[in-house]
């Protein structure tokens, strides 16, 4: 497994907003229950107004790339704006409410675990907290790759899961400090850093 900006303990994100929502998590729980939203970023929807508002031409594109440097990261060195209408029509995908919800009871938590059903834990899991997940079983061989600039994935949270995997084979931090979470897919210089660097690593396997 080749685990790019890996997302597993979250204690020391830096995205200053999931951090403050982390904390109040359960107003955000019991709001999605109550209207029934259960989708966030619904990829057609995004799409489209990505496609109307990041053209290259557009003074509107600044949102785009702004809000992009807030989530995830300031590397305007590996950003091609110009390609943004084509990257954004890809991503992001849309995902659940609850995978958010359950990102920010981890962060909480400070714990790899299970969904937390609060009170109702014992009916779910036997147990009144719910069961952290067991990384022993995971036997593949395992290589990380992280970069500091990463406001999604911070290098002490990598380096926690990376003492807790049973059959690691390599911890590579990018060299380049401002390198953010979405450049480990499209960076400009993403090959050279890192896709070159995976595959000479799966030549020995």
Same mark, same amino acid.
């Not at 509107?60 to 995830?72: A, E, P």
């Given at each position: +497994? @080749?685990?790019?900006?890996?997302?597993?303990?979250?204690?020391?994100?830096?995205?200053? $907003?999931?951090?403050?929502?982390?904390?109040?998590?359960?107003?955000?729980?019991?709001?999605?229950?109550?209207?029934?939203?259960?989708?966030?970023?619904?990829?057609?929807?995004?799409? &489209?107004?990505?496609?109307?508002? !990041?053209?290259?031409? $557009?003074?509107?594109? #600044?949102? !785009?790339?702004?809000?992009?440097? =807030? =989530? !995830?990261?300031?590397?305007?060195?590996? %950003?091609?704006?110009?390609?943004?209408?084509? $990257?954004?029509? *890809?991503?992001?995908?849309? &995902?659940?409410?609850? &995978?958010?919800?359950?990102? +920010?009871?981890? =962060?909480?938590?400070?714990? /790899?675990? +299970?969904?937390?059903?609060?009170? &109702?834990?014992?009916?779910?899991?036997?147990?009144?907290?719910?069961?952290?997940?067991?990384?022993?079983?995971?036997?593949?061989?395992?290589?990380?790759?992280?970069?500091?600039?990463?406001?999604?994935?911070?290098?002490?949270?990598?380096?926690?899961?990376?003492?807790?995997?049973?059959?690691? #084979?390599?911890? @590579?931090?990018?060299?380049?400090?401002?390198?953010? *979470?979405?450049? /480990?897919?499209?960076?400009?210089?993403?090959?050279? %850093?890192? =896709?070159? %660097?995976?595959?000479? %690593?799966?030549?020995? @396997?």
């Amino acid at each position: +497994m @080749f685990a790019l900006a890996p997302v597993v303990y979250v204690r020391y994100v830096p995205q200053p $907003l999931l951090r403050a929502a982390a904390y109040v998590n359960k107003p955000l729980e019991l709001i999605s229950k109550l209207i029934g939203y259960n989708e966030l970023l619904p990829s057609k929807i995004l799409q &489209t107004i990505f496609g109307k508002i !990041c053209r290259d031409k $557009l003074p509107s594109k #600044i949102i !785009c790339v702004n809000l992009i440097y =807030f =989530f !995830c990261g300031y590397n305007p060195e590996e %950003l091609n704006s110009t390609m943004l209408p084509v $990257l954004l029509s *890809h991503m992001p995908e849309g &995902t659940s409410a609850r &995978t958010l919800l359950h990102y +920010m009871q981890e =962060f909480l938590a400070d714990e /790899f675990q +299970m969904w937390d059903y609060g009170p &109702t834990n014992i009916f779910h899991y036997g147990s009144r907290s719910p069961p952290k997940y067991n990384l022993s079983k995971v036997t593949a061989p395992v290589a990380l790759y992280y970069s500091i600039g990463d406001t999604l994935s911070d290098k002490m949270d990598v380096d926690r899961l990376y003492r807790n995997i049973i059959n690691p #084979i390599g911890k @590579f931090q990018v060299p380049k400090d401002h390198f953010s *979470h979405m450049d /480990f897919i499209w960076g400009i210089h993403s090959k050279e %850093l890192i =896709f070159d %660097l995976i595959i000479g %690593l799966m030549s020995r @396997f």
